[in-house]
Nanobody, 125 residues
Framework: QLQLVESGGGLVQPGGSLRLSCPASGFTLDNYNIGWFRQAPGKEREGVSCISRGGGSTKYVDSVKGRFTISRDNAKTTVYLQMNRLKHEDTAVYYC??????????????????WGKGTLVTVSS
């Protein structure tokens, strides 16, 4: 059974850091692009970051550029999202997702095939 299970969410003060993890089970992670998404209360889900199969290409939404870093460890079948200098507006449920399509070494936020159930990140003082 293919599964993605996010972890690492929690309550953090503005300016703080969290690292989210997305370990995969039931499939080989290195055959998939992986994306991180988030959904804040009352808002639509948005793509935050994605990383290509081999890790050579990444993408970030403008609001997190310079603060968030996506990485992957294919040997550990885990993708990470390091979030620094967190802001109130980063509060959301964060999801990881896997996309098996080949885009020539790139990644995109659309077309995800598998989703985790999410982990809540709350940025509050």
């Amino acid at each position: 059974q293919l599964q993605l299970v996010e972890s690492g969410g929690g309550l953090v003060q503005p300016g703080g850091s969290l690292r989210l993890s997305c370990p995969a089970s039931g499939f080989t992670l290195d055959n998939y692009n992986i994306g991180w998404f988030r959904q804040a209360p009352g808002k639509e889900r948005e793509g935050v970051s994605c990383i290509s199969r081999g890790g050579g290409s990444t993408k970030y939404v403008d609001s997190v550029k310079g603060r968030f870093t996506i990485s992957r460890d294919n040997a550990k079948t885990t993708v990470y999202l390091q979030m620094n200098r967190l802001k109130h507006e980063d509060t959301a449920v964060y999801y990881c997702a896997a996309d098996r399509q080949w885009y020539g070494g790139l990644c995109y936020f659309n077309g995800m095939d598998y989703w985790g159930k999410g982990t809540l990140v709350t940025v509050s003082s």
